[in-house]
């Protein structure tokens, strides 16, 4: 089945610097890898996905990138916030699959 | 769409009572899934409906546990006999295979 890496666990950044999650994949077949977004008290929240035929997307200040030969992607969030403080959680499926998995997550800081 | 509907958002009750939490998913969507997510263990799958049908129920810790899907538009995870280590928040989470999946607010669940 799919293996799902992600890393860091913690980030701690600066308000206004940019911030990178990177995660990796072992099943060659997922096509769909999604960001979720979870603040405190609050369910995971799709922030952004990405299918394979892409290599980037962009929403703003955040982007994903996707590269399919080393199965890696990546979150990168620029002028991050304070309220970008969160977890963050990748996922990899095979589009209309229906099972995600999930990284393990990682918790940003940004601070003020 | 109000979402995916999650009570109660809080439950504490005594060691050995029978907890039973639920959840309304999103009206189409015909993938619906329960999680567990504790600090030490982060997100867990406990089980997986597909057009209301369990899939994989691998998840489940213990007999303790067990879920149903009577309808497209309603489930339950019960809990029977609850133990202190059951405490956790419980998302339920449903998806249409076509994008990720919209989590509930969970319910926090606490064990005494």
């Known amino acids: 089945g799919e293996n799902v890496e992600q890393h860091p666990s913690t980030l701690s950044v600066q308000e206004g610097d940019s911030a990178v999650i990177k995660c990796t994949y072992s099943?060659?077949?997922?096509?769909?890898f999604p960001w979720y977004k979870q603040e405190l008290g609050k369910g995971p929240q799709l922030i952004i996905d990405?299918?394979?035929?892409?290599g980037e997307k962009k929403d703003q200040r955040i982007a994903v990138t996707l590269n399919k030969t080393a199965k890696h992607f990546s979150l990168h969030i620029t002028e991050t916030q304070p309220e970008d403080s969160a977890v963050y959680f990748c996922?990899?499926?095979?589009?209309?699959?229906?099972?995600?998995?999930f990284g393990g997550g990682t918790r940003l800081m940004v601070k003020p | 769409d109000a979402g995916v509907i999650q009570s109660p958002r809080h439950e504490v009750t005594e060691m050995g009572q029978e907890v039973t939490l639920r959840c309304k998913p999103i009206s189409g969507h015909n993938s619906l899934f329960w999680y567990r997510q504790t600090m030490m263990r982060g997100l867990e799958l406990l089980i997986y409906f597909n057009n209301n049908v369990p899939i994989d129920d691998s998840g489940m810790p213990e007999d303790r546990f067990s879920a149903k899907m009577p309808n497209a538009s309603f489930s339950t995870l019960k809990i029977q006999p609850s133990e202190p280590r059951d405490s956790a928040v419980y998302f339920c989470?449903?998806?249409?295979?076509?994008?990720?999946?919209?989590f509930g607010s969970g319910t926090r669940l606490t064990v005494v």
């Open positions: 996922a990899a499926t095979l589009l209309g699959g229906n099972m995600l998995t």
């Open positions: 990405i299918r394979s035929n892409v």
């Open positions: 099943d060659s077949a997922s096509n769909y």
């Open positions: 989470a449903s998806s249409s295979g076509a994008r990720g999946y919209t």
